[in-house]
């Protein structure tokens, strides 16, 4: 009864700038954490940031600087900036999303963003 919806993806060229959105919705006590995890052409999913409900953020190592997480409590809602975007950081990205207090993690369908010339 939890849904996750991203936006913001698209093409954008090296060096440019991009914000994705995630709007959660539907049977919501209260999200612990949210985050942003990616998955590039032939790898993994990764981690690419997450913030707290206190405001606490992390960042995977290949983003610092570049990214900027933030979330309003309120409105179930997380923003990803993405800055100084690179051809690396092609991938679906995906918003995490952890709730209490069942404590379950949810996911949205992705959005992509590719950065190409």
């Known amino acids: 009864q939890v849904q996750l919806v991203e936006s913001g993806g698209g093409l954008v060229q090296p060096g440019g700038s991009l914000r994705l959105s995630c709007a959660a919705s539907?049977?919501?006590?209260?999200?612990?954490?949210m985050g942003w995890y990616r998955q590039a052409p032939g790898k993994e999913r990764e981690l690419v940031a997450a913030v707290a409900s206190n405001g606490r953020t992390n960042y995977a190592d290949s983003v610092k600087g570049r990214f900027t997480i933030s979330r309003d409590n309120g409105k179930n809602t997380m923003w990803l900036q993405m800055n100084s975007l690179t051809p690396e950081d092609t991938a679906v990205y995906y918003c995490?999303?952890?709730?209490?207090?069942?404590?379950?993690?949810?996911w949205g369908k992705g959005t992509l963003v590719t950065v190409s010339s």
């Open positions: 995490n999303a952890r709730l209490d207090p069942a404590y379950m993690d949810y």
């Open positions: 539907g049977t919501i006590y209260r999200i612990n954490t």
